[in-house]
T-cell receptor, first 113, second 114 residues
Framework: DQQVKQNSPSLSVQEGRISILNCDYTNSMFDYFLWYKKYPAEGPTFLISISSIKDKNEDGRFTVFLNKSAKHLSLHIVPSQPGDSAVYFCAAREGGSQGNLIFGKGTKLSVKP | DTAVSQTPKYLVTQMGNDKSIKCEQNLGHDTMYWYKQDSKKFLKIMFSYNNKELIINETVPNRFSPKSPDKAHLNLHINSLELGDSAVYFC?????????????FGEGSRLTVL
C-alpha cells in the first residue's frame, strides 16, 4: 500500500517552460516532505524540502507547494533546463519516527531544448 | 572526494552465495541507512544506524545483516542470496536520525543474482 504516490511516471517539458511534478500522500502523520533528484547510475540527491507547517518553500528555480488538506505536494521548476532531466522522487517522513523516509516511485522529467 | 561511497558498484553472483556491500561516509554524520530500490523502482528503507546502534530495522529477511564498525561505516552482508534480492542497494547518511536536511546517498550498488 503506497503511502506516497507519484502518479505520473514521466513528464516532458520544453526548455524555458515550467515543470510541475506532483505527489500525493495518504498518511496524515507525515510532517516533513522532501524532493530528490536522481541521474542515471547515481544516487538520489536532495533537492528541496518543506515542513508540514508551511505551504511553500522556494530555492532558486525550485519551489515546493504543500496542500495539507488535499494531502498533495508539487515541485515547480521554472524555467526548466535540459540539465534538469532526471528522475524526481517525492519522499515523506512520519512525525516522531526515527527518520524513515517513505519514497514515491519517481517521475522521469525530460526537458527538451 | 565522494561524500558517501559504496563498493562494489556492480555485483553479479549465483544464488546461494554470500556477499557484502561496503559503505563509507566522510561527512561526519551520525546516522547511516541502507535503502533498496527494487524492480518497481520503489526506494525502501532496510536499516538505519545512529552512532553504530541499530534504530530502524524494517521487515527484512534475516539473511540481511548490517554491520557498523564505526559511525562512518555501515556494511551490508547478505547470506544465501536469492533471485529476489536482485536490486540496487543505496547507502545513505544524515546529520540526525530524523533525516532533516535530507539524506546523502551513495551511487548505489547493483546486485544481480543469477
Amino acid at each position: 500500500d503506497q503511502q506516497v504516490k507519484q502518479n505520473s511516471p514521466s513528464l516532458s517539458v520544453q526548455e524555458g517552460r515550467i515543470s510541475i511534478l506532483n505527489c500525493d500522500y495518504t498518511n496524515s502523520m507525515f510532517d516533513y516532505f522532501l524532493w530528490y533528484k536522481k541521474y542515471p547510475a547515481e544516487g538520489p540527491t536532495f533537492l528541496i524540502s518543506i515542513s508540514s507547517i508551511k505551504d511553500k518553500n522556494e530555492d532558486g528555480r525550485f519551489t515546493v507547494f504543500l496542500n495539507k488538506s488535499a494531502k498533495h505536494l508539487s515541485l515547480h521548476i521554472v524555467p526548466s533546463q535540459p540539465g534538469d532531466s532526471a528522475v524526481y522522487f517525492c519522499a515523506a517522513r512520519e512525525g516522531g519516527s526515527q527518520g524513515n523516509l517513505i519514497f514515491g516511485k519517481g517521475t522521469k522529467l525530460s526537458v527538451k531544448p | 572526494d565522494t561524500a558517501v561511497s559504496q563498493t562494489p558498484k556492480y555485483l553479479v553472483t549465483q544464488m546461494g552465495n554470500d556477499k557484502s556491500i561496503k559503505c563509507e561516509q566522510n561527512l561526519g554524520h551520525d546516522t547511516m541507512y541502507w535503502y533498496k530500490q527494487d524492480s518497481k523502482k520503489f526506494l525502501k528503507i532496510m536499516f538505519s544506524y545512529n552512532n553504530k546502534e541499530l534504530i530502524i530495522n524494517e521487515t527484512v529477511p534475516n539473511r540481511f545483516s548490517p554491520k557498523s564498525p564505526d559511525k562512518a561505516h555501515l556494511n551490508l552482508h547478505i547470506n544465501s542470496l536469492e533471485l529476489g534480492d536482485s536490486a540496487v542497494y543505496f547507502c545513505a547518511s544524515s546529520q540526525a536520525p530524523a533525516g532533516f536536511g535530507g539524506l546523502f546517498f551513495g551511487e548505489g550498488s547493483r546486485l544481480t543474482v543469477l
